[in-house]
């Protein structure tokens, strides 16, 4: 299979990284080194610090930066690109291949005249986070390891420097597929489609017809965006920034910038204090997620066929892809919440019924759904603001689980395996933060082992379930990292 690399100019480019002065490993993912197979040489070796930071070259591999576009909050930008995430390894492993980029490794070409970096604060959120969804079962790019080092970085205020190595299958975004289709030739976007189906959906290739083969691939890309908002929306997790160039091709979750799991209800919580218009606010992510799709299809519409008519007629077509599968994958990941099997009318009303009710009650919305699969739901009723309607829903919601025919033994056994005990909360996150500012890991290493653990509310401190009291301002994170 062609690497992403081998393809060259123009997908990509050489770019060194710039040296981190005194790098030190703050954190490394010893589970994750060995899925990738890395010789304890490269992980643990003398110079394994150097090479996560940047200032050594991984072997055999030239560092390289890709060129992609996007809608950044609705409006089209001609060209953003890997302005501080440098490519410095593509591997081949037992699970597929996997890319390793370096995070806050300086600037490239396309950095836009920025300095290139990442800091602390938002380096060991990206980690948390991304090893937090993994655990949660949400398709996410990994971290295998976070780098600091005393070098100041300038934003809102003066920070300290951090290289995270995040690692995925591919960090292709529909970004990447825009900038093709509005740049040059055609030939391009179709090289890097095709490239993309050989190495990431090989299943697709004994499809004989090229147009055929690319419609799939866009169905099968569609379908995975809507399964992930899917599981976004059923965990209360918001992303924040859900430009186009940030959307994997892939299906994952990619770039943990002002994310943020909800705590007190609200269809329309917006996560990211910079986006004063609320473009990105909870209840609107599927939306956005279906707009986002509608832009990579109008992208890849030359794909579809060499006759422009028959082409914009398959596009049409898949314009109505991403709604059917999110309707389908939102549905079943509700009523798995609820502890129910089966799909029966009346399931969305009983659904919204409950959500209506959590937000007049400003209920946490983790901490809800675990209850109702504990021993003893009607001791919640109290959380809610008027607990008569949820007393009247606590009703109509048992008699549809015992319509179903399975035990309450059973559903509250599954209802637990599917509403987590514990998600990263911002005070969690800033817990960490604070610690490892002052030099200290550890409240950062137990975090991560907690999260990895996130339907075990007996394996942990029960700290780490409670939401921030009440009377503390929600943390507000912006795109500054």
């Known amino acids: 299979m062609t690497s992403l690399a081998a393809l060259g100019p123009p997908f990509s480019i050489p770019a060194a990284p710039t040296p981190l002065p005194a790098p030190v490993r703050l954190i490394g993912n010893e589970a994750l ?27 055999g591999y030239a560092a390289r ?27 081949d492993t037992a699970s597929g291949p ?49 780098v600091t080092s005393p070098l100041a970085v300038q934003r809102e205020c003066t920070e300290t420097a951090a290289v995270v190595c995040r690692v995925a299958p591919s960090f292709l975004r529909f970004g990447h597929f825009e900038y093709h289709a509005r740049n040059g030739t055609p030939e391009p976007l179709a090289v890097l489609a095709d490239h993309a189906i050989e190495r990431h959906f090989a299943h697709l290739l004994d499809i004989a017809d090229v147009f055929e083969r690319r419609a799939l691939w866009l169905t099968d890309v569609i379908e995975r965006q809507a399964r992930l908002i899917a ?50 606010a909870y209840a609107a992510q599927p939306a956005i997620g279906q707009w986002n799709c509608a832009r990579l299809i109008d992208a890849c519409t030359s794909l579809l066929h060499d006759d422009p008519a028959a082409a914009a007629e398959r596009a049409r077509a898949l314009q109505a892809v991403y709604e059917r599968a999110y309707d389908r994958a939102v549905m079943q990941r509700w009523r798995a919440k609820l502890g129910l099997l089966e799909v029966r009318v009346g399931d969305a ?78 005070d969690l996150a800033q817990t960490a933060i604070d610690a490892a500012e002052r030099g200290d890991a550890s409240e950062l ?6 999260l990895q653990r996130p339907f075990d509310e007996h394996a942990v401190d029960a700290r780490y379930a409670e939401p921030a009291p009440a009377h503390r301002p929600e943390l507000e994170v912006s795109c500054s990292s």
């Open 231 to 280: 599981m976004w929306q059923t965990l209360g997790f918001c992303h924040g920034v859900m430009n186009t160039d940030n959307c994997s091709i892939l299906g994952l979750t990619l770039d943990y910038g002002p994310f943020g799991f909800m705590e007190r209800f609200r269809a329309h919580h917006v996560c990211n204090h910079s986006d004063t218009e609320g473009r990105y």
């Open 349 to 426: 009303a009983l659904i919204n019924r409950l959500l209506t009710l959590m937000q007049q009650g400003r209920c946490d919305f983790t901490q809800t759904f675990r209850a109702l699969g504990g021993d003893d739901p009607t001791a919640m009723r109290t959380r809610f603001a008027e607990p008569e309607p949820f007393d009247a829903w606590l009703v109509d919601w048992r008699q549809r689980s015992i319509a179903e025919g399975s035990s309450e033994r059973e559903r509250r056994a599954r209802m637990c395996r599917t509403n987590p005990a514990i998600v990263l909360r911002n």
């Open 98 to 146: 996997r890319e390793l980029q370096l995070k806050g490794a300086g600037p490239t070409p396309y950095a836009r005249g920025a300095d290139g970096r990442a800091v602390l604060r938002s380096s060991i959120r990206e980690y948390l986070a991304s090893e937090a969804m993994r655990a949660l079962g949400v398709p996410t790019t990994r971290a295998l390891s976070l």
């Open 33 to 59: 080194a060995v899925e990738l197979q890395l010789p304890s040489s490269l992980w643990r070796g003398p110079d394994a610090t150097a090479l996560l930071a940047g200032n050594r070259s991984w072997p």
């Open 445 to 450: 290493m137990g975090l991560v082992r907690v």
């Open 65 to 91: 930066a890709t060129v992609y576009a996007g809608h950044q909050f609705g409006r089209y930008t001609r060209q953003l690109g890997d302005g501080r995430a440098l490519l410095v390894a593509e591997i």
